[in-house]
């Protein structure tokens, strides 16, 4: 049975418009034959253009992909640092490698798979132990996991975010240099012959921010094989590299702000276990109410408050945007509604800590809802929690499962109150299609006031885009208007950018 109404959009079927590839295994994967009947929105379609382009994807995967002829050949390339034979047929890579919280490396796969559409290249994970059964091959017969034991990068998972090998540190050392114009193929162009590898780190250090440029985008064009060393949602400052980016992502995405939407759903299925964590609890706790609201608590070091603050800025922002339903005192009116199901709600708490699941359910049982509540009101509201792990532990596969379940229980919801600036939040919206209500940061410890803003597009925020001072010497085809048009300020981080 569904477990709940498509409400809006496109036909909600389980291959979602044509977005997922037919004839994978069904048993291997359920989740990606059953996330349809969980998902409340369906606001966007795809681009018959991105399904054109997922298809071609598909085929050149399965064409290049460990295990094959031209894999081998790319790798004895990469081990020999010798460049393929003229004519000869070559594939090159993007391989993704894990950086911080599951958030963030959820959506440094979207933008590394998205950069491999827009360049071209194989997308392979490096997954580490952590992560090993929590999401699904995404393409059909094929594998996207990289075989790191063989892979001749030593110390894959350990470069981190400044190595000596980085972009940058090549162009320092004249070991790749800037290609300013593709015309006539001489000047600086020749200078150098490609090295075999690079590394970017395009985490929040933004050690390579140079990535950002059409003339880098030429040179790192003509390397085989490219590691992405990033917690980024860097997609949206893709749209000003280069006019091929932007033609191409205008293409893929006519509405920009289904571009995470579409390739979080596209890419990412959780695994036959996390599929049964957070299942049982839908099923057990949310389905039977008529609405569900996901609110997501996530307090960074540098911006905490006490709990009672914080407490009010949720009341003050659920308040303030009609969120949760409100309570009363008039017992007599609330009594004859309570059982009703019709306006029941049913609130998922998703947060490292007890405290403020304690205060919220208490605040339900101990209050009638006023019968002019948020959402209809009048009819019963559940509280639930389904864990408070207290500290991140992201190097721990058990503690990662259960994160990755809430995501999508997050994303199950028909309204969503997030955090400002966690990608945790960022992920569970986009999935769900929701423009979230965000709550603010309180930098400097202060109570931040508005408490809330609504997000103006479901799109994840890129926290740490290439600033002004990045200066790019190709701007072919880059038409900065152009750019303010779709892509903006985030709500919840100044110098933060995201699409709309
Ligand atoms: P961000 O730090 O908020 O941007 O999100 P990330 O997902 O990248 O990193 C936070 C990590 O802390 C998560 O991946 C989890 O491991 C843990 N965590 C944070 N909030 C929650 C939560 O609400 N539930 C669970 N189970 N884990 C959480």
């Known amino acids: 049975a569904a477990a709940g109404n498509a409400t809006e959009g496109t036909a909600a079927d389980e291959l ?63 081990r020999s640092g010798h460049s393929a034979a003229a004519g000869e047929e070559t594939c090159s890579y993007i391989v993704w490698l894990p950086y911080d919280g599951l958030g963030n490396r959820m959506l440094s796969m979207a933008s590394g798979f998205l950069y491999a559409l827009l360049t071209g290249r194989v997308f392979l994970a490096a997954v580490p132990p952590d992560s090993a059964d929590l999401f699904c091959e995404p393409f059909p017969n094929t594998t996207w996991l990289l075989p790191v034991d063989d892979f001749p990068v ?20 004249n070991k790749i240099s800037a290609v300013v114009s593709d015309a006539g193929g001489g000047g600086e162009s020749n200078a150098t012959a490609a090295p075999a590898y690079v590394y970017l780190s395009l985490g929040w250090q933004l050690t390579d921010r140079l990535f950002f440029c059409g003339e880098h985008q030429r040179a790192i064009a003509r390397v085989g094989w490219v590691l992405l060393y990033s917690d980024l949602y860097f997609a949206p400052s893709l749209y000003g590299v280069s006019g091929e980016f932007r033609d191409e992502l205008r293409r893929l995405f ?43 608590i996530r307090m960074f070091g540098f911006g905490s408050i006490p709990a009672d603050d914080m407490y009010g800025q949720i009341l003050a922002c659920s308040r303030q945007e009609k969120i949760l339903p409100e309570t009363s005192d008039d017992d007599s009116a609330a009594a004859a509604a309570a059982g009703e199901t ?42 639930f929690q389904p864990t408070h792990e207290e500290v991140q532990d992201t190097g721990k596969l058990e503690h990662n499962r259960k994160a990755l379940a809430e995501i999508y229980l997050l994303s199950f919801s028909d309204e969503l109150l997030t955090s400002g600036i966690s990608t945790f939040g960022y992920v569970s919206a986009s999935l769900a299609g929701v423009r979230p209500t965000i709550l603010l940061t309180a930098f400097g410890h202060k109570v931040p006031d508005p408490p809330c803003r609504r997000a103006v597009s479901m799109e994840p925020c890129n926290l740490t885009p290439p600033s002004a001072d990045v200066k790019c010497r190709s701007k072919e085809g880059v038409d900065g208007e152009d750019v303010a048009r779709h892509v903006r300020t985030c709500e919840d981080k100044d110098g933060g950018v995201k699409f709309f």
């Open 16 to 78: 979602l418009g044509g977005l997922l590839a037919p004839g994978m295994d069904r048993r291997s994967c359920r989740s990606r034959y059953e996330l349809f009947r969980y998902f409340k929105h369906f606001p966007y379609a795809p681009s018959p253009y991105l399904l054109s382009k997922l298809r071609a994807y598909e085929s050149l995967h399965r064409r290049c992909a460990p295990g094959t002829p031209l894999y081998a050949d790319a790798i004895s390339r990469l």
């Open 154 to 173: 030593a110390n894959l998972f350990g470069l981190g975010a400044n190595p000596d090998v980085s972009y940058t540190t090549l162009l320092n050392n």
């Open 254 to 296: 006519p509405a920009k702000e289904a571009a995470g939407h579409l390739l979080l759903r596209y890419l990412l299925h959780p695994g036959n276990h996390v599929w049964g964590l957070a299942t049982r609890y839908y099923h057990a706790y949310l389905a039977p109410a008529s609405r569900r609201v996901g609110v997501q």
């Open 342 to 383: 019709k306006n029941s709600t049913a609130i998922l708490i998703a947060s490292l800590y007890a405290d403020y699941y304690e205060r919220l359910r208490s605040r339900y049982y101990e209050h009638a809802t006023s019968a002019a509540a948020a959402g209809g009101g009048g009819g019963w509201v559940g509280v």
